[in-house]
T-cell receptor
Framework: TQLLEQSPQFLSIQEGENLTVYCNSSSVFSSLQWYRQEPGEGPVLLVTVVTGGEVKKLKRLTFQFGDARKDSSLHITAAQPGDTGLYLCAGVRGGKLIFGQGTELSVKP | DSGVTQTPKHLITATGQRVTLRCSPRSGDLSVYWYQQSLDQGLQFLIQYYNGEERAKGNILERFSAQQFPDLHSELNLSSLELGDSALYFC?????????????FGPGTRLTVL
């Protein structure tokens, strides 16, 4: 059983569509991070959310931390082919980063 | 380019063998982390070193060991390899030892055990 459950696991959409990826847990996290990983590369940190209810925006990406700090979401507006990749959420547990299984996003032109 | 380098990029070996993966952290970073990424387990934390000392341990098998040298580069040693050890191995580095320090990931080493 994963401590952090991401959904959906796979998402294939057309350019211009909106999408939301979810990261859920039954445990409280002091912070949650979102990473993007492209084929052949390591994950790259996109954002860290710390406060319950916090919303952060990064251009067309909107990240939200749940009020109870157990879940988070990533919303992409008007997706572009360049958004294609593996999106990972991660939380800290016992001083270590615990990762979700990831959401594989494919945006077709 | 994250500034973290890993060698080799690809490694193909046989069951029962031993391999060493190498990582050079970003200039100025004192912490090095090792992760394993496989299709079934996802990205899993293995071990962290800070300035040469082991700081945290994750799901690292006893057949695996790591060390960080005085010049801060790190090596991950995998022995008695099994088919299930085939995975991507990532190294990450950060300036400090605390979890809230941003980690920068290298490009990974793809290990294939035949």
């Amino acid at each position: 059983t994963q401590l952090l459950e991401q959904s959906p696991q796979f998402l294939s959409i057309q350019e211009g569509e909106n999408l939301t990826v979810y990261c859920n847990s039954s445990s409280v996290f002091s912070s949650l991070q979102w990473y993007r990983q492209e084929p052949g590369e390591g994950p790259v940190l996109l954002v860290t959310v710390v406060t319950g209810g916090e919303v952060k925006k990064l251009k067309r990406l909107t990240f939200q931390f749940g009020d109870a700090r157990k879940d988070s979401s990533l919303h992409i507006t008007a997706a572009q082919p360049g958004d294609t990749g593996l999106y990972l959420c991660a939380g800290v547990r016992g001083g270590k980063l615990i990762f979700g299984q990831g959401t594989e996003l494919s945006v077709k032109p | 380019d994250s500034g973290v380098t890993q060698t080799p990029k690809h490694l193909i070996t046989a069951t029962g063998q031993r391999v060493t993966l190498r990582c050079s952290p970003r200039s100025g970073d004192l912490s090095v982390y090792w992760y394993q990424q496989s299709l079934d387990q996802g990205l899993q934390f293995l071990i962290q070193y800070y300035n040469g000392e082991e700081r945290a341990k994750g799901n690292i098998l006893e057949r695996f060991s790591a060390q960080q040298f005085p010049d801060l580069h790190s090596e991950l040693n995998l022995s008695s390899l099994e088919l299930g050890d085939s995975a991507l191995y990532f190294c990450a580095s950060s300036v400090g030892q605390a979890y809230y320090n941003e980690q920068f990931f290298g490009p990974g080493t793809r290990l294939t055990v035949l």
